[in-house]
């Protein structure tokens, strides 16, 4: 029985029966902690939130548990979250020695997480060459491809592989100093060292490590200041030859308002990218996630998965906790009619069955700024045709359509003129990046509004 | 519902209460303070899920009921009132506030979806003066970090033991701590950290009541409860260990200086102006024949030197601080006179004030 994906299984449940507001106030920060002889034990972030799960929403929790792992005597709330607590007490233990004595020399910390090394990542065709890259980086850092860019869309595995090398090269030498950074976490604390007037710590915390590792690289896009300083911290490492990793959800070319000379840094060194995995590798995946999970599926809920979940990893890993979790409450064996049941709800997503051609039309009139009446006009401008084209191709794409029912949609009366459109696109997209990206963006849209 | 009372003492029960509102969280409700009747008496509550805050006040109750409404746009129509009596109706959901010349309807939120208030009434710990309480919260919590990162630090550490209570609160590079004597016998053993946030809420509060006031301190399940006078403010406590920071306070110096605190202000915070671009430092260098001087160091901008008279002990000595970290405790103590002691460059300054035994703040050095 494991806690935690019943209780990702009952908050599923519950957020569906809960405004977003309440549910994320009331629920955010719970665990399950212990299931002993019917009795559930809740851990709560504070003592508002007891009270009030205690006197309003314990029935419904109730109901909600017992219907996905049977019956149960009672529910006990309490403030404080285990694992949290726990891992405060390591760190305070640490904290025992203030040294007053010692004046400002700032220390590197490592923040790496040690579950990210690269014998659990799961090589595949898609992803084969950035894992080359990595796994030569750690090698020889400095050396080979200095910086090295990674770049590839949300849960495909960029801050596993980038934090694989810090993990490889720290188990090598301890000794090295390695910082691992967001962009986000290096612009806040770059604002701090300014509120502070310390910025000459933050310099130096930066431009004296080995090896710097920035996730997320895309936020830097816009911030000017911030910009600056990892410009001049890039050409210092860069010069000592230290390595420099970055990830990021795009290519440089692709992260709008990023400074030209950081740009052109980017890209000196290796891009790589992550495309989402083919099936046999999603099979791969799913098969090793099970397995340190301690399990083994049979083959065709593999395949069930990995059919129906195509473009991210984690949600890969959800859909098979959800099986397994399933499985394991009601002590039942894993089975395709089993899966089905447990993710048909998940994968048949409403909002995109009620995805159509108009809808098409008007998010990519929107996205370019059109009025959608232009995009099935007989209008050639050039402004027009590409948006035109797009739809098309989205159509094609997500929704399957013919390519003469295409054609009427876009108020065109020849097929041949949606067969041109895809075809056109799809060439397109392998030269442009700048195209690519914005299909991907209004692919998004599509199914978030 | 329907009461009547005087908008002075609702005003001055909004003010206490209403900088708990939470500003952005995303459930409505916690926007909106609740108004409900209570034997009597008018209370009323606000809570970020963190703190939790009840204040009682005199009311004269024609019938009992519970409403919330928007704290910010009730607190703003009250205060803009004139003094008078004030009636608060209700109506469905929608509070009637009528006064002389004024009436307004508010739109508010059923009481059944305000977060309940914990109570808390047993497990009493001790009882403090307001006047000693808030004080010892200013001369400590100051102190302590800004930022969460590292959660313990972000507290102020309070310990009960006998008669003797102490707060202390360290970011790391300096620390705070003040002893007070609590009168009352019985007190129990206990060590706990808050929030430093929270604490300096409360201190502002108690600032509120114009009486010096028994406080009594309750403990239960990771909460804490002050109560006084018809108010409750209950808080989280920080799960963790405080830093054994007794041992970083030095037993002596070799050079001791009193000055006047506000000379010595004076000269830090110009010596600031200078400093500004090389991490705020500051050096200060205590001379036996009877002279502290205050030096910017050169930079950028130019350099500034200042000099005061003051009483000198030990030998001579200097050490650079981080001028902000001096000027925080300077601008919290209210004494005329400040001591000021250094042992070389490497080691922490001590500054407290003569006549009061129970307090001691420590700086780091920096290292030129």
Redesign the interface.
């Given at each position: 029985m494991d806690n935690k994906s019943l209780w990702q299984a009952a908050l599923g449940e519950l957020e569906l029966s809960l405004s977003k507001a309440n549910f994320t106030t009331w629920f955010r920060g719970t665990n399950i902690v212990s299931q002993e002889n019917g009795e559930v034990v809740i851990s709560v972030p504070n003592v508002f939130t007891k009270e009030w799960l205690e006197n309003k929403y314990n029935t419904e929790i109730k109901s909600t548990i017992e219907h996905i792992a049977g019956p149960i005597s009672k529910i006990t709330y309490k403030v404080g979250r285990a694992d949290k607590l726990k891992m405060e007490m390591k760190e305070t233990a640490k904290e025992e020695l203030l040294d007053f004595a010692a004046a400002d020399a700032p220390e590197v910390l490592y923040n790496l997480n040690p579950k990210y090394v690269f014998e659990s990542f799961v090589v595949g065709e898609t992803n084969k060459l950035a894992t080359a890259a990595c796994q030569s980086v750690a090698k020889k850092p400095g050396v080979s491809y200095n910086p090295l860019f990674v770049y590839g869309g949300v849960g495909l595995g960029k801050t596993h592989l980038i934090q694989a090398i810090g993990n490889e090269l720290k188990k090598k030498n301890p000794k090295k100093k390695i910082e691992y950074v967001t962009s986000e976490k290096f612009t806040s604390e770059l604002i701090k060292s300014i509120f502070d007037k310390k910025t000459d710590a933050f310099k130096n915390k930066y431009r004296k490590v080995d090896v710097l590792i920035v996730d997320d690289i895309q936020f830097l896009g816009g911030k000017e200041q911030t910009q600056e300083e990892f410009f001049h911290t890039f050409n210092a490492l860069h010069q000592a030859n230290k390595q420099v990793v970055l990830a990021s959800d795009r290519p440089p070319k692709a992260i709008p308002t990023l400074e030209e000379r950081l740009r052109s840094r980017f890209e000196w060194g290796l891009l790589v990218d992550i495309q989402p995995p083919e099936i046999e590798t999603r099979i791969a995946i799913l098969q090793k996630k099970a397995y340190l999970r301690g399990h083994e599926l049979p083959l065709e809920i593999y395949d069930y998965i990995a059919r129906n979940i195509q473009h991210n990893v984690r949600e890969l890993e959800g859909a098979l906790n959800r099986i397994i979790a399933y499985a394991e409450l009601n002590n039942k064996k894993p089975d395709m009619a089993l899966a089905q049941n447990v993710l048909g709800s998940l994968l048949a997503n409403p909002k995109r069955k009620a995805l159509t051609g108009k809808k098409i039309l008007s998010s990519v009139a929107d996205f370019f700024d059109l009025p959608a009446s232009d995009l099935i006009s007989k209008k050639r401008d050039k402004e027009i045709v590409l948006p035109r084209q797009i739809a098309m191709y989205l159509m094609r794409e997500e929704l399957n359509l013919s390519y003469p029912k295409i054609s009427r949609e876009a108020g065109k009366n020849d097929h041949t003129t949606a067969m041109h459109a895809c075809s056109k696109i799809e060439k397109e997209m392998d030269k442009d990046e700048p195209l690519r990206h914005n299909i991907n963006l209004i692919r998004e849209r599509l199914y978030i509004g | 519902m329907k009461v009547t009372l005087l908008k002075e003492n609702l005003s001055k029960g909004l003010n206490i209460i209403s900088r708990i509102v939470s500003t952005r969280?995303?459930?409505?409700v916690?926007g909106n303070i609740l108004i409900k009747t209570e034997k009597g008496r008018v209370c009323l509550s606000a809570?970020n899920?963190?703190v939790?805050i009840n204040y009682r006040l005199g009311a004269k109750v024609d019938s009992e009921g519970a409403i919330t409404v928007p704290a910010r746009l009730f607190s703003e129509f009250i205060n803009s009132l004139p003094n008078e009596k004030i009636t608060l109706e209700l109506n469905g959901d929608t509070l009637i506030s009528k006064s002389e010349n004024y009436e307004s309807n508010i739109k508010g939120i059923s009481a059944d979806e305000f977060?309940?208030?914990?109570e808390i009434k047993t497990g009493k710990v001790m009882d403090i003066k307001s006047s000693d309480l808030r004080k010892a919260i200013l001369l400590a919590a100051f102190a302590a970090a800004i930022?969460d990162s590292?959660?313990?630090?972000a507290g102020v550490y309070l310990k009960v033991d006998g008669s003797k209570v102490t707060l202390a609160a360290?970011d790391?590079?300096r620390?705070a701590e003040k002893v007070v004597n609590v009168k009352s016998g019985k007190t129990k053993k206990e060590e706990l950290i808050l929030p430093a946030k929270t604490l300096l809420e409360l201190a502002r509060i108690l600032g509120e009541f114009k009486e010096d006031l028994n406080v009594g301190v309750y403990l239960s399940?990771?909460?804490i409860l002050f109560e006084t006078d018809g108010l409750d403010f209950?808080s989280?406590l920080i799960?963790?260990?405080?830093?054994?920071?007794r041992?970083?306070i030095p037993e002596s110096s070799d050079t001791k200086t009193i000055v006047p605190k506000e000379e010595l202000l004076t000269a830090v915070k110009i010596a600031s102006l200078f400093a500004?671009?090389n991490?705020?430092n500051i050096k200060v260098s205590m001379k036996s024949k009877g002279v502290l001087e205050v030096d910017s160091g050169g930079s950028q901008v130019g350099q500034n030197k200042a000099k005061i008279k003051a009483h000198v002990e030990g030998k001579d000595g200097e050490a650079s601080f981080n001028g902000?970290y001096i000027i925080d405790v300077l601008n919290n103590l209210s004494a005329k006179e400040v001591s000021f002691e250094i042992s070389g460059k490497?080691?922490?300054g001590i500054i407290r004030t003569p006549n009061d035994k129970g307090y001691i703040y420590?700086?780091?050095?920096?290292?030129n």
């Open positions: - | 969280g995303s459930l409505e916690l809570t899920l963190e939790g977060p309940l208030i914990p930022d590292r959660p313990v630090l360290t790391s590079y620390l399940d990771n909460q209950i989280r799960e963790g260990q405080f830093p054994n920071y041992q970083i500004r671009e991490a705020n902000k490497l080691n922490p420590i700086i780091m050095p920096l290292r």
